[in-house]
Structure formats: C-alpha cells, structure tokens
C-alpha cells in the first residue's frame, strides 16, 4: 500500500507521527466510453459556453452558481484564506463508548500506521483505548476538507474513519411513519421466530460478489471469441397476500437450509479428516518400518555383545 498523507495524532502533549492509507478498495470492472463501430475511445474537451473556445486546464476555476443563474467564481487566493487547519494533525478531542455512534455517520475508512520513532507511543494509546472500550473523537482535515472522524483499533492498528457532520445526515421522513399499522402478536412471534431460526455468526468469506464474477465471465467469453449465453434471472415474488402463510414458510425454508449448510460443513469436515487421515498413514507405517528396523540392529547388537562377553569367560577360566 501506498500512504497518501503523512501527519500525526496530537493526544494532549503527546504527539504520534503516522501515515495515512486507504484501508479499503472497491472492486469492480472499470470501462471506457468508446465508439461502437470501431471501438475507439471517445475524449472530452473542456469548452467554455460563453464563447464556444477551448479552456487549458489551468485557466478552470470554481464556480458557484446562485439561484438567479449568475455565477460567483472563487479563486485559488480565496481557498488559502479560509480557516483549514494545515497542520496535519489528528486531533483527539474527547473518548467515546462505541455505541453511542450511529454507523451512519461513518465514511471512509484509513489505516494508521506509526513513524519509527512514533511507535511506542502509538502501541501505548492503541493498549489503552482498546480496553477502555471506547473510540477517539478526532478531528482532521484531508483533501480540503475538514472531518470528524473516530480512531479506533482493529487487528493491532488504528483505524481512522471519517464521519458526515450532522447537518449531511437526511431525515428519514415517510407517509408510512405516521400511519397506524396494525400489526398482531402471533404475526410479530413468527417474525421473531424467523430471525431466531436465520441467527448465525457472520463470515464475510462466505459472500461473493456474484454480479462482478459474471461480468468478468462475459469479458472474457468475449476475448476467447465464444458464444456468450444469459443467465436466467430468478422469477421476482411479489408482496405476501397471506403474511402468516409466508412467514411460516419462510421460517421452515430457513430451517431446511440451516440442515442442508450443516450438512454440507460436516460432510467437508469428515471428508477432510479421511484425507488426513490417509495423509497420515503412510507416515505412520514409515514411522513403524524405522521403529521396527531400530529394534532389530538394537537386538542385534545385543546378541553381538553376550556373543563377545562369553568367550572372554571361557577364556579366562581356562588360564586360571
């Protein structure tokens, strides 16, 4: 990975140097814009509307249009004046219980890692908040614009991710809300019981993206020159008309499905256990082999040994 900012955590008179790397990526198959007759990439020229000409890239400045159409164009002078802090520092302005934060106010995630000589004191804040429970609220200004943001640590290293400030945050404001809806116990027992019946630990290495692997499939169907065929899309159900009816079936397709998964799991495990165990037998019986081979050069060496001691006797009787 590559650091994309270098700056430091400011905790009261500590200060820790660190680097700053994006902690996440997405995957996806990225495409051009290209002419389909013969495949050629298409290019955009920057054109100014008022006069039609062609602007060099270093001759674009912001703009901000009001509501009459008129526009207030700010200069590279008018950003340097604003108060953004350019210290690069991580600010660390109060300890929080994790709890207290709504995931949606989360962004993008960063990684921390120390300077050389910031290591120490990296390792002992990293100590301290991980068993204190909580998070650091910091504050830091990245790419021109200043974030809240929270610290906290995942497999040994500081996780930066920057927050939406609350006024970024919209209202979740639906007709439905105000409605009164109805809803019976025995229908609200059979919810529960179908989210009882689907609890499980989350694995994220059970998931795939399975969109993105058929897109790659079809390129490269493409490339080989062979016949691409559609996959079948599954049939969409509509809204339950009977909600008990559906609950309960989804409640026992859940369950025959949770069978079938442990079925499945323990079938590769006894599977795996055979292979080790047909792994291990060969050892065993080299093992055995050496063992046997050992006893026999052992017994032998002591025959050899009562051989040589006997005669000694004999002959030293006979000489007395």
């Known amino acids: 990975m590559r650091s994309i900012w270098k700056g430091a955590i400011s905790f009261g008179l500590v200060t820790i140097p660190v680097k700053l790397f994006?902690?996440?990526e997405q995957k996806d198959v990225t495409f051009h814009q290209v002419h389909r007759e013969d495949g050629g990439r298409i290019r955009y020229k920057r054109v100014c509307t008022a006069d039609g000409e062609e602007v060099p890239y270093a001759d674009i400045a912001k703009g901000y249009e009001l509501a009459t159409g008129e526009m207030v164009v700010l200069t590279d002078e008018d950003f340097a004046q604003l108060p953004l802090t350019?210290?690069?520092?991580?600010?660390?302005l109060q300890f929080t219980p994790a709890e207290q934060i709504d995931p949606i106010y989360f962004a993008k995630s960063y990684y921390l890692e120390p300077d050389a000589q910031g290591a120490k004191p990296y390792v002992l804040l990293r100590d301290a908040l991980e068993q204190s429970g909580h998070v650091a609220i910091v504050k830091v200004a990245l790419r021109q614009r200043e974030s809240l943001a929270t610290l906290r640590v995942r497999d040994g290293v500081f996780v930066l991710e920057t927050m939406l400030w609350p006024d970024e945050v919209r209202e979740a404001e639906f007709p439905f809300l105000e409605e009164d809806v109805d809803v019976r116990p025995q229908e609200l027992k059979m919810a529960e019981s179908l989210i009882e019946t689907m609890v499980a630990d989350f694995d994220p290495d059970e998931y795939r993206d399975a969109y993105r692997e058929a897109l790659q499939e079809v390129i490269e169907a493409k490339i080989a020159g062979k016949e691409v065929v559609a996959a079948e899309a599954p049939a969409e159900q509509g809204p339950a008309v009977d909600l008990m009816a559906a609950l309960r079936a989804s409640v026992e397709a859940a369950k025959r499905e949770r069978e079938g998964t442990a079925a499945a799991k323990t079938e590769r495990e006894g599977a795996a256990a055979?292979?080790?165990?047909?792994?291990e037998k060969p050892a065993a019986k080299a093992a055995s082999k050496t063992t046997a081979k050992s006893a026999a050069k052992k017994a032998e060496g002591e025959e050899g040994t009562e051989e040589e001691k006997a005669p000694a006797k004999r002959k030293t009787r006979r000489s007395a």
């Open 86 to 92: 350019t210290s690069r520092r991580i600010d660390v």
């Open 274 to 279: 055979t292979k080790k165990k047909a792994a």
């Open 22 to 24: 994006s902690a996440t």
